[in-house]
Nanobody
Framework: QVQLEESGGGSVQAGGSLRLSCAAS?????MAWFRQAPGKEREGVAA??????????YYADSVKDRFTISPDNAKNTVYLQMNAMKPEDTAMYYC????????????????????WGQGTQVTVSS
C-alpha cells in the first residue's frame, strides 16, 4: 500500500503560479495529478513515468505549456508547477500513483491508478 500526501494548494489570482507537491511513502514508477471541480468529473492533468534512464511526461491539452510535472526520485516526490493560471484551473487537485505497467497510453485516465491522495484545493480568482 502506497500512501500519498499532497501539499501546496491555495488561492492565487489569474496569471499567477502555484507549485503542488506529492510525497509518496514508496517509489512508484507512474504518478499523476488529477483535478475535480464541483459538478464535474475528475480529469487527468499531468502524468509522469520514471525509470532509471530518465522520465517521460504527459499533459492534458488544457494545461500544456502552462503546467510542468517533475520528479524528485530521492524523495519519492512529484511536483506540479502551475503557471499562467486561469479561473478554470480552480479545482481539488489529487495525486495518484501506480506501480504496474499502464498500457494503451492511458496515463491520464482515472482507472489507471490504484493509489490516491486526499487532495489539495486550488482556487484561481479573476
Amino acid at each position: 500500500q502506497v500512501q500519498l500526501e499532497e501539499s501546496g494548494g491555495g488561492s492565487v489570482q489569474a496569471g499567477g503560479s502555484l507549485r503542488l507537491s506529492c510525497a509518496a511513502s514508496a517509489y512508484t514508477n507512474y504518478m499523476a495529478w488529477f483535478r475535480q471541480a464541483p459538478g464535474k468529473e475528475r480529469e487527468g492533468v499531468a502524468a509522469i513515468y520514471t525509470r532509471a534512464t530518465g522520465y517521460a511526461t504527459y499533459y492534458a491539452d488544457s494545461v500544456k505549456d502552462r503546467f510542468t510535472i517533475s520528479p524528485d526520485n530521492a524523495k519519492n516526490t512529484v511536483y506540479l508547477q502551475m503557471n499562467a493560471m486561469k479561473p478554470e484551473d480552480t479545482a481539488m487537485y489529487y495525486c495518484a500513483a501506480d506501480d504496474k505497467v499502464i498500457a494503451g497510453g492511458r496515463f491520464l485516465a482515472v482507472i489507471s491508478y490504484k493509489y490516491w491522495g486526499q487532495g489539495t484545493q486550488v482556487t484561481v480568482s479573476s
